[in-house]
């Protein structure tokens, strides 16, 4: 059945590091106003970290007022900015010299400092250190969150423009990605480099549509989709999955002979189909741009959607112009970053998404299973009383603010 939290977890802190396992974050209870992890219960610190609710709730009812960290999960990285070491003057240098990052999810720390939560490509090592006041919190490090406690007394918040609950992650710019890892993130991943959970349609529609601008015909698209899904995709898509791909992209007319590639609005949105993949929506019906939060399908603003498609469609023109040394390629790819400068060519492209196949989603797709109940700490199948993590799949645009405990 559904139960309501106990009264112990109706604390502010407690009812925090649930939202933040639910959205697969993991978590660690760390002493109260302090950011080293509580050891009577997390006796390996960040290695204990986990997004399970039933530990969250047992940690949190031992300690109530336990302060919380987030284990950075994998694809993420944290900018961790600290005034005091002269972080604000090393940032405000870079982005005087490389422009202005991207707005992302933001935490103000209850030192004054800023954290900031960027996306970061799979597999890519990223050093500890920017500059003076600049740290780096990747995969197997942790950050205090709200609404905890500094030593000092003051929490820490989300920014207002910067809550998780209303953005996600912005992907880290290429400079910034590039000053972290030396200039590794301009070169190409391995090809036989895994494809973790979550990239898997996105990385594999990519593949698709550079297969179909290159001529080759969908059975030979589907094929080689099948191969690459079950030599690197971990674990492998539904076989039927991977053939609704190919199926896809094989629908549209590969570029034309002496053409290196698809070229304006519609060129940018068969790009942007790969890269946005399960994260966006058109719904017809509403008129409106969907997103992903990890949990539910949101509303969010055309504006929003454009600024992501922009970045996105940067870094990834970036990153190939770097794959490259063909005179004609860079100038081509030149011409494309430019080109994702001009709003109009951004909505434009947005404007040929409306109608892609797995983005266009009729009012009688969404919340079409009348048996999923969607809760705080998965879904729920009210046939069989399961409980299965979230999944965009399921189009669900409603969420019960409360927590599943089968045995209550």
């Given at each position: 059945?559904?139960?309501?939290?106990?009264d112990?977890?109706?604390?502010?802190?407690?009812?925090?590091?649930?939202?933040?396992?639910?959205?697969?974050?993991?978590?660690?209870?760390?002493?109260?106003?302090?950011?080293?992890?509580?050891?009577?219960?997390?006796?390996?610190?960040v290695?204990?970290?986990?997004?399970?609710?039933?530990?969250?709730?047992?940690?949190?009812e031992?300690?109530p007022?336990?302060n919380?960290?987030?284990?950075?999960?994998?694809?993420?990285f944290?900018?961790?900015?600290?005034?005091r070491?002269?972080g604000?003057e090393?940032?405000?240098?870079?982005e005087?010299?490389?422009?202005?990052?991207?707005?992302?999810?933001?935490?103000?720390?209850?030192g004054?400092?800023?954290?900031?939560?960027?996306?970061?490509?799979?597999?890519?090592r990223?050093?500890?250190?920017?500059?003076?006041g600049?740290d780096v919190?990747?995969?197997?490090?942790?950050?205090?969150?709200?609404p905890?406690?500094?030593?000092?007394?003051?929490?820490?918040v989300?920014?207002?423009?910067?809550?998780?609950?209303d953005?996600?992650?912005?992907?880290?710019?290429m400079?910034?990605?590039?000053?972290?890892?030396?200039g590794?993130?301009?070169?190409?991943?391995?090809?036989?480099?895994?494809?973790?959970?979550?990239?898997?349609?996105?990385?594999?529609?990519s593949?698709?549509?550079?297969?179909?601008?290159?001529?080759?015909?969908?059975?030979?698209?589907?094929?080689?989709?099948?191969?690459?899904?079950?030599?690197?995709?971990?674990?492998?898509?539904?076989k039927?999955?991977?053939?609704t791909?190919?199926?896809?992209?094989?629908?549209?007319?590969?570029a034309p002979?002496?053409?290196?590639?698809?070229?304006?609005d519609?060129?940018?949105?068969?790009?942007?189909?790969?890269l946005?993949g399960?994260?966006?929506?058109?719904?017809?019906?509403?008129?409106?741009?969907?997103?992903w939060?990890?949990?539910?399908w949101?509303p969010?603003?055309?504006?929003?959607?454009?600024?992501?498609?922009?970045?996105?469609?940067?870094?990834?023109?970036?990153?190939?112009?770097?794959?490259?040394?063909?005179?004609?390629?860079?100038?081509?790819?030149?011409k494309?970053?430019t080109?994702?400068?001009?709003y109009?060519?951004?909505?434009?492209?947005?404007?040929?998404?409306?109608g892609?196949?797995?983005?266009?989603?009729?009012?009688?797709?969404?919340?079409?299973?009348?048996?999923l109940?969607?809760?705080?700490?998965?879904?729920?199948?009210?046939?069989t009383?399961?409980?299965r993590?979230?999944?965009?799949?399921?189009?669900?645009?409603?969420?019960a603010?409360?927590?599943?405990?089968?045995n209550?």
């Amino acid at each position: 059945m559904v139960a309501e939290l106990p009264d112990v977890l109706t604390t502010e802190l407690a009812m925090a590091a649930l939202r933040y396992a639910a959205r697969g974050w993991p978590v660690l209870p760390l002493v109260p106003k302090s950011k080293e992890p509580l050891a009577r219960l997390v006796a390996h610190g960040v290695k204990d970290a986990t997004a399970d609710p039933r530990t969250v709730h047992a940690w949190w009812e031992m300690e109530p007022t336990a302060n919380i960290g987030i284990a950075v999960p994998t694809g993420l990285f944290v900018l961790d900015v600290d005034p005091r070491a002269g972080g604000n003057e090393s940032l405000a240098e870079l982005e005087r010299k490389h422009g202005p990052l991207p707005a992302t999810i933001e935490c103000l720390t209850g030192g004054g400092g800023r954290h900031l939560y960027f996306r970061v490509p799979h597999g890519l090592r990223l050093r500890g250190k920017l500059g003076p006041g600049l740290d780096v919190k990747a995969n197997g490090s942790y950050v205090v969150a709200p609404p905890s406690l500094h030593p000092s007394g003051g929490p820490y918040v989300w920014e207002v423009s910067g809550h998780p609950a209303d953005v996600e992650p912005a992907p880290a710019p290429m400079w910034l990605l590039d000053l972290l890892s030396d200039g590794q993130a301009a070169r190409p991943a391995a090809d036989d480099a895994p494809i973790p959970e979550g990239e898997r349609n996105a990385t594999l529609t990519s593949l698709a549509g550079a297969m179909r601008r290159k001529g080759m015909s969908p059975a030979a698209i589907e094929a080689a989709l099948l191969a690459e899904n079950a030599a690197r995709c971990d674990p492998p898509l539904d076989k039927d999955e991977v053939r609704t791909i190919a199926r896809s992209v094989g629908r549209y007319d590969p570029a034309p002979a002496g053409e290196p590639d698809l070229q304006k609005d519609y060129g940018h949105a068969t790009v942007l189909a790969g890269l946005f993949g399960n994260h966006y929506r058109w719904a017809v019906h509403r008129g409106a741009w969907m997103i992903w939060n990890g949990q539910v399908w949101r509303p969010v603003p055309e504006e929003a959607v454009a600024k992501v498609a922009a970045d996105e469609l940067r870094r990834h023109y970036a990153t190939e112009m770097a794959a490259t040394t063909d005179k004609a390629a860079l100038q081509d790819l030149g011409k494309k970053v430019t080109e994702t400068c001009v709003y109009s060519r951004i909505t434009g492209a947005l404007n040929f998404l409306k109608g892609w196949p797995g983005v266009l989603t009729l009012a009688e797709e969404w919340d079409r299973d009348p048996w999923l109940l969607n809760v705080r700490n998965g879904t729920l199948d009210l046939r069989t009383c399961a409980l299965r993590p979230h999944a965009p799949a399921d189009l669900l645009t409603q969420i019960a603010s409360v927590q599943y405990d089968p045995n209550a």
